[in-house]
């Protein structure tokens, strides 16, 4: 059984930046996709990013792309998501996902605050 721990969260001025990182346990990590959701106050929660077993292919929302990049270490079971030129609007909980059954394995959520 896959269990997520996300970390990285926290206060932040908008344009500045932050690393999540999400680490992994349980099933062989290189076996499995990953993703990354966010869920703001109010709203129902949102795709982030993803990115292949391998790492090979990536995959952004548009509100994201160029800002953001989620990247793996399979020799740490970690996946990881670099926010730069944060904006108040990317505030939410920020949720890892392995692409794991019908509807994945989550982690607990990190929180991210970007003031303006």
């Known amino acids: 059984q896959v269990q997520l721990v996300e970390s990285g969260g926290g206060l932040v001025q908008a344009g500045g930046s932050l690393r999540l990182s999400c680490a992994a346990s349980?099933?062989?990590?290189?076996?499995?996709?990953m993703g990354w959701f966010r869920q703001a106050p109010g709203k129902e929660r949102e795709f982030v990013a993803a990115?292949?077993?391998?790492?090979?292919?990536?995959y952004y929302a548009d509100s994201v792309k160029g800002r953001f990049t989620i990247s793996r270490d399979n020799t740490k079971n970690t996946v990881y998501l670099q926010m730069n030129s944060l904006k108040p609007e990317d505030t939410a909980v920020y949720y890892c996902?392995?692409?794991?059954?019908?509807?994945?394995?989550w982690g607990q959520g990190t929180l991210v605050t970007v003031s303006s």
């Open positions: 990115i292949s077993w391998s790492g090979g292919s990536t």
């Open positions: 996902n392995a692409d794991l059954g019908p509807e994945g394995v």
């Open positions: 349980g099933r062989t990590f290189s076996s499995y996709a």
